[in-house]
């Protein structure tokens, strides 16, 4: 009984985990004497009980990983990793990967940008630039025609070093015309951040419109279908996916516009909230089939993600009673879907991959993981998850090579790849968990 208690106190799992867990405490001292384990950039470092040990101080990773980007050309009025999704350690393109993923690469870039400028007590004026040139592609570049049912609203994918994107630019597994809902909850929100902290209206402009496009086109929610598709043709409205998992940032999006005065968007927020709230959050204990699609190469009907679960834990994790009087038991059961469905071993420690089609510890998702079990264990002062959560962040920060270049993932030794994944979508993660937990970066 003492065991269980103490693997449950530590790694903050549910009972399936002991066995794993008592495997895990027990391979530790074999990789922390052997000396010759990798992960990701750098020899892996263990200290006496076998915990993984930041090869620097995620103070020093992040920023040399920021610094490296400083150097990244700028061309066409913009830095390449803004209109580029797959960059090398050169700051090359990938000649074979010319898709984009627009808004949720800048939308969190942006979010990650302004953590960053906070971060530095605004004293780095290139750190704002920087999330002012992802706000501009969004607004410049990346709409669709002013036509249609989703007139003017950002584009969930396209092709690099488009300036606009063509009418017909979706890639991946969008159709030429699709765009995908969330993904303009995502940018909306990130502008909205943008315009509070920079005043400039024309990031404002492309936040409301996002809202007032997604406001017209919700469709009534029920057990089977979200307010929106997952994916949808902008000229006809002519939906493709029932269920779109990721619904948090639509409601934050919403919820900041009307934190702003914008009142016509309490009836959207309100129909958003109570299906997520009544509908979605209970499915996590049926068949978990309202948390499937959200990331934009895939359109399996049946992929769940860990994404959408974890990104709505955060949220609620941050508003608590404001949001959800219910936020604690509701965080918990978001974080156990994601570890009954989607954790892995990996170098000895327990990891979180993406999708039930893709189990990768990609950067982006782990960090996540990482970041929402650290707020978890801060808002609830409890040490459940938290151990789990230094382990996953430490070991995503290995893929930040020696002169900051990041690779997408630390489960093998690389250079660039997927920006999000190597850089928007994590640093941003990497600084909510040192909110919760200041000396982690030290």
């Known amino acids: 009984m003492k065991t269980t208690v103490t693997f449950r106190n530590l790694f903050g799992l549910p009972p399936r985990f002991w066995v794993v867990c008592s495997t895990l405490l027990l391979g530790f001292g074999a990789l922390a004497t052997a000396g010759a384990e990798s992960i990701g950039n750098h020899p892996a470092t263990f200290d006496s009980h076998g915990v993984l040990l930041p090869w620097t101080s995620w103070g020093d990773a992040m920023d040399r990983e920021v610094n490296w980007y400083r150097h990244c050309p700028v061309e066409s009025g913009y830095p390449r990793f803004v209109y580029t999704t797959f960059m090398d350690g050169n700051y090359e393109p990938m000649p074979k990967r010319p898709s984009f993923i627009p808004a949720t690469q800048n939308g969190m870039g942006i979010i990650s940008y302004l953590k960053y400028h906070a971060y530095k007590h605004r004293r780095d004026g290139w750190a704002l630039k920087v999330a002012c040139y992802m706000g501009d592609y969004l607004v410049k570049e990346a709409s669709t025609p002013d036509e249609g049912f989703y007139p003017r609203f950002t584009r969930s994918t396209g092709w690099r070093a488009k300036f606009p994107q063509p009418p017909d630019c979706g890639s991946q597994d969008d159709r030429p015309y699709e765009v995908e809902p969330d993904k303009g909850g995502i940018a909306g929100y990130a502008l ?251």
């Open 192 to 442: 909205v951040l943008l315009w509070e902290e920079t005043k400039e209206d024309r990031y404002l402009a492309q936040a409301l419109q996002n809202a007032r496009v997604l406001a017209t086109n919700m469709v009534p929610a029920t057990a089977t279908n979200s307010p929106w598709p997952f994916r949808v043709d902008y000229r006809t409205g002519a939906g493709r996916g029932d269920v779109s998992g990721n619904m948090s940032f639509i409601l934050r999006l919403f919820d900041r516009l009307i934190g702003h005065g914008y009142k016509e968007f309490e009836g959207p927020r309100e129909k958003v909230w109570r299906w997520v709230k009544d509908v979605q959050i209970p499915n996590l204990a049926k068949d978990g089939m309202l948390w499937v699609q959200f990331f934009e190469d895939h359109q399996e009907a049946n992929n769940q993600t860990a994404w959408a679960p974890l990104n709505l834990a955060r949220y609620l994790l941050e508003s608590r009673e404001k949001l959800d009087p219910d936020w604690r038991q509701d965080a918990h059961a978001l974080i156990d879907f994601t570890n009954a469905r989607f954790t892995s071993v990996r170098n000895g420690l327990l990891l979180c991959g993406e999708q039930t089609h893709d189990l990768e510890p990609w950067g982006g998702i782990l960090s996540t993981y990482g970041a929402v079990l650290a707020m978890y264990a801060r808002a609830t002062a409890t040490s459940e998850f938290k151990a789990v959560a230094y382990q996953a962040l430490n070991y995503s920060l290995y893929a930040v090579s020696d002169d900051g270049c990041p690779g997408h993932r630390a489960s093998d030794a690389c250079r660039g790849g997927w920006q999000e994944d190597a850089h928007t979508d994590k640093l941003h993660n990497v600084l909510d968990a040192l909110e919760a937990f200041p000396d982690w970066g030290k």
